[in-house]
């Protein structure tokens, strides 16, 4: 009431002192004001009372999003936007707009240093990922979301954000000891917090996992809690009921399996037992037939027989003795391949460690930009040895993680974490080091390029990174900023710097098609071909 006295006191005075004009212009400002207020009421009030957002109801959001400031109430409609289109997702398009909200309400999470809000943000990223089935990032989404959610006592939202970890562990088939853990810590959570109905979803999960490896006693078990906690939080009967169902298969197998497994040593047992009188009745009878025998021939036969065994006993043991010396042969080819990855990465980082005492010494900006420049590219290949002396597999790259981890040094190394953002999308595949190192070169160089290039004010600055494949065979790696673009007359083909002939004589060694073009700022095309199953490294 006050509110509306003090808008008509507000016009009358601008009334007599601009003028009608101006006064009803004036006017029809407020009654947007009021329009917007009463329409962010409405969605406050929606979020206050934990209600999904309509089609309708999202429209409005969308619109009144650019007026808001950045507040915690900004967040939640962001956050209740991207559900929306998570949960209607029809087409890449509709989970792309789910992933900028989310990406845009964490920005405004870490603006306002709200650990509870950016690991809300972190775990929408996740569930929007797993929809995108970008499995490497569905994992890195989740334990920064876990990162963050405990220092906070976001319990449920925790317990979520571990449940992410098992999906994406079960998507990669992980080992059962690695899908097992996180979604017990979700389940302590959920009993933690009192969700009754998500301790019980974890522990049915945790019954299937343990039936898939034929552990019924702990499968039954689990299951046995999943419905304990099913009639604490008052599930229907009729939706218990396929539980206690699956419950009874478990119970019935595990039964039928003490069943087999008994049946077998009375099988066993009989066997022996046959095998015993086969061998006594056999012997009575080789015993009659022995009499028989001239005691000459029988003498000779044992003694050849005797000679014989012993030449083959010689021959399996110089058989067994050369697959030891075999064996540990590969063990040692092994390690020393391991040790020699180990070492070139050492060597590499005392090469850098080198050119980082020289910069001590050096005053001129164009030397000290190349030491960097140089350091830059050293660590690349080191990071990719340091990789594979890590690895179980001593010859190939996980590129999602080597891009990752080459991403975070660039940001390390220039210190622009806040100034200018990377967006990655990276398909989940391996290279061999023919093709890993000119790529992370090529990679290092573009990034590079863009961080003291593109960007002359250090502000607002994104460069969006892609590695994609469709069939394991043509791929495709695109670096794009949204920066100032090349120069006019920017020649790529005939160019002095050695960043560029860097690039295209490392493009060439793959047999790659290498591209540099403007498009609203600079975009680095790389193709190339290359068939696993073809490769011999």
Avoid at 155 to 172: C, F, I, N, P, Y
Avoid at 233 to 261: C, F, G, Q, V
Avoid at 317 to 336: G, H
Wanted: with cysteine; aromatic share 10%.
């Amino acid at each position: 009431m006050l509110l509306k006295h003090y808008r008509i006191i507000l016009f009358l005075l601008v009334w007599f002192t601009f003028g009608e004009v101006n006064a009803l212009a004036f006017s029809k400002s407020t009654m947007e004001i009021g329009i917007v207020e009463k329409e962010l009421s409405n969605l406050r009030n929606d979020l206050a009372q934990e209600v999904v957002y309509n089609e309708l109801q999202v429209k409005k959001a969308e619109e009144l999003l650019s007026k808001l400031p950045e507040s915690t109430d900004k967040i939640k409609i962001l956050l209740k936007v991207s559900d929306w289109y998570e949960a209607s997702y029809n087409n890449p398009k509709t989970l792309q707009k789910a992933f900028q909200y989310a990406e845009e309400a964490l920005r405004i999470s870490q603006i306002l240093h709200s650990n509870i809000y950016s690991g809300k943000c972190y775990l929408q990223l996740s569930m929007v990922q797993e929809l995108r089935n970008n499995n490497s990032m569905i994992e890195v989404n989740a334990r920064k979301a876990i990162e963050v959610l405990t220092k906070t006592n976001q319990t449920d939202d925790l317990g979520e954000s571990w449940v992410m970890v098992w999906s994406a562990k079960m998507r990669t088939n992980a080992p059962i000891a690695e899908r097992l853990d996180p979604i017990f810590k979700a389940a302590s959570l959920f009993e933690k917090s009192g969700n009754n109905k998500r301790s019980g979803d974890c522990y049915r999960e945790i019954s299937e996992l343990y039936f898939s490896i034929s552990d019924f006693h702990n499968a039954l078990n689990s299951l046995k809690k999943a419905i304990f906690f099913y009639k604490k939080a008052n599930l229907k009967e009729s939706d218990i009921y396929p539980i206690s169902s699956r419950l009874n298969i478990i119970y019935e197998t595990e039964k039928k399996s003490m069943d087999i497994i008994k049946l077998k040593n009375k099988t066993l047992l009989q066997q022996s037992k046959l095998k015993n009188e086969v061998f006594l009745r056999n012997s009575m009878v080789i015993f009659v037939l022995l009499l028989l025998i001239i005691l000459g021939l029988l003498y000779k036969s044992f003694m050849f027989k005797k000679k014989t065994n012993k030449v083959l006993e010689i021959q399996q043991n110089e058989i067994n003795k050369k697959n030891n010396t075999l064996q540990k042969l590969v063990v040692e080819k092994e390690w020393l391949l391991r040790e020699i990855h180990h070492r070139v990465k050492n060597n590499l980082h005392m090469v850098v460690g080198l050119l980082a005492s020289q910069t001590e010494f050096l005053k001129n900006e164009e030397a000290l930009q190349a030491i960097n420049s140089s350091q830059n590219r050293i660590h690349a290949m080191s990071l990719i040895h340091q990789k594979l002396y890590q690895s179980e597999n001593l010859s190939i790259i996980d590129m999602p993680s080597y891009i990752f981890e080459l991403t975070e040094y660039l940001k390390d190394s220039f210190e622009i974490r806040k100034s200018i953002r990377f967006v990655l999308d990276v398909d989940s595949f391996n290279l061999p080091l023919s093709h890993s190192i000119p790529i992370g070169l090529i990679f290092n160089e573009a990034v590079t390029n863009a961080i003291k290039y593109a960007f002359p004010d250090h502000k607002n600055g994104i460069i969006d990174i892609s590695l994609k494949t469709e069939d394991h065979k043509n791929y495709i790696l695109i670096i794009q900023d949204n920066g100032i673009g090349l120069p006019a007359d920017f020649d790529p083909y005939n160019n002095p710097s050695l960043g560029i002939k860097l690039m295209h004589g490392l493009s060439a060694d793959i047999d790659g098609k290498f591209l540099i073009t403007n498009a609203n700022g600079t975009k680095i095309t790389l193709k190339f071909i290359f068939n696993e199953n073809s490769s011999h490294l």
